[in-house]
């Protein structure tokens, strides 16, 4: 079971970023899949999750309307279009596979690193 996120790096506030997850060794169109950020000096912190068939989504507020999810069953791929980027969005993001679709995450990719910055 592997995660590989890519897409990071460094934009200017107000700018766009699409980051990816590959995901291998697991039927991946049956488990909620979920973005976690962790920002410097802070905890890990939950920002959207998607359900195994993308029929439902979820977002923590301060990314509503800026942040979407997104997933490609058929290449087993995860994917989070960020807009509208705020030098509060610089973390590393992971994304991670929810066993239970209630927050327990048990299989973690290795991160992409988001700076926003002027």
């Known amino acids: 079971v592997q995660l590989v996120e890519s897409g990071g790096g460094l934009v200017q506030p107000g700018g766009s970023l699409r980051l990816s997850c590959a995901a291998s060794?697991?039927?991946?169109?049956?488990?909620?899949m979920s973005w976690v950020r962790q920002a410097p000096g802070k905890g890990l912190e939950w920002v959207s999750d998607?359900?195994?068939?993308?029929?439902?989504?979820n977002f923590v507020d301060f990314v509503k309307g800026r942040f979407t999810i997104t997933r490609d069953n058929a290449k087993s791929t995860l994917y989070q279009q960020k807009n509208s980027l705020q030098p509060e969005d610089t973390a590393l993001y992971y994304c991670?596979?929810?066993?239970?679709?209630?927050?327990?995450?048990?299989?973690w990719g290795q991160g992409t690193q988001v700076t926003v910055s002027s």
């Open positions: 998607m359900a195994g068939d993308g029929g439902r989504t």
């Open positions: 060794g697991f039927t991946f169109s049956s488990y909620y």
């Open positions: 991670a596979r929810d066993r239970s679709g209630g927050g327990e995450y048990d299989c």
